[in-house]
C-alpha cells in the first residue's frame, strides 16, 4: 500500500513539475490573436455551463415583454463589435448576433452582467442597472420574433 500512495505521489508531483516547465517555457501561447488549446476551451466551457447553472436567475424576467421594452433593449443591447474586441481571439461574443433566443434569459442577464472571462466580454454590471441588463436579455430572447415596432428599432440599428 506504502509503494502505491508513494506512486500516486510522484505522479502528481511529476506532473505538476512537467506543467510548471510547460508552462514556463512559453509553449502555451498567451497571445490574444492565437487559437487556445482543446484543455483550455474544455475548462473555459466547463466552467461557464457550471457557472451559469449555480449562479444565473432562474426566475421570470421582471421586464415586461412590450413594444416598448423590446425597442430599449434593441437601444441599448445593440451596440457593435469595437475595434478592440476585433482584435482578441477569441472575439468576444456579439450576443444579438451569435443566437442566444433559446438560452434562458437568466442565462443572458448574467453573461451581460458578468461577462465572460477569456472571452473578451466585458462586464456590464458597473455601467448597466439591472432593468436595463434584464431589458436586454428580454429583447436577445425575442429577437427573432419580434414586433413591428421592435423589428423596425433593429433594422434601423443593423442599419
Not at 25 to 39: I, T
Not at 126 to 155: C, R, V
Request: charged share 20%; with cysteine.
Amino acid at each position: 500500500m506504502r509503494g502505491f500512495l508513494l506512486g500516486v505521489l510522484a505522479t502528481i508531483v511529476a506532473t505538476a513539475v512537467c506543467s510548471y516547465i510547460v508552462l514556463s517555457s512559453g509553449l502555451v501561447p498567451a497571445n490574444a490573436d492565437a487559437e487556445p488549446g482543446w484543455l483550455e476551451i474544455w475548462a473555459a466551457d466547463t466552467s461557464l455551463e457550471a457557472t451559469l447553472d449555480r449562479e444565473a436567475p432562474k426566475g421570470a424576467n421582471p421586464v415586461a415583454l412590450t413594444d416598448d421594452n423590446l425597442v430599449a433593449g434593441v437601444e441599448q443591447g445593440s451596440a457593435s463589435a469595437s475595434p478592440v474586441a476585433k482584435g482578441l481571439y477569441p472575439q468576444p461574443p456579439q450576443l444579438a448576433t451569435d443566437g442566444v433566443e433559446d438560452d434562458p434569459e437568466g442565462f443572458s442577464f448574467w453573461r451581460i452582467k458578468h461577462g465572460i472571462r477569456w472571452t473578451g466580454m466585458p462586464s456590464w454590471g458597473n455601467t448597466l442597472t439591472d432593468e436595463q441588463i434584464w431589458t436586454i436579455a428580454l429583447f436577445l430572447k425575442h429577437m427573432n420574433k419580434l414586433p413591428s415596432a421592435g423589428e423596425q428599432a433593429w433594422q434601423k440599428v443593423r442599419n
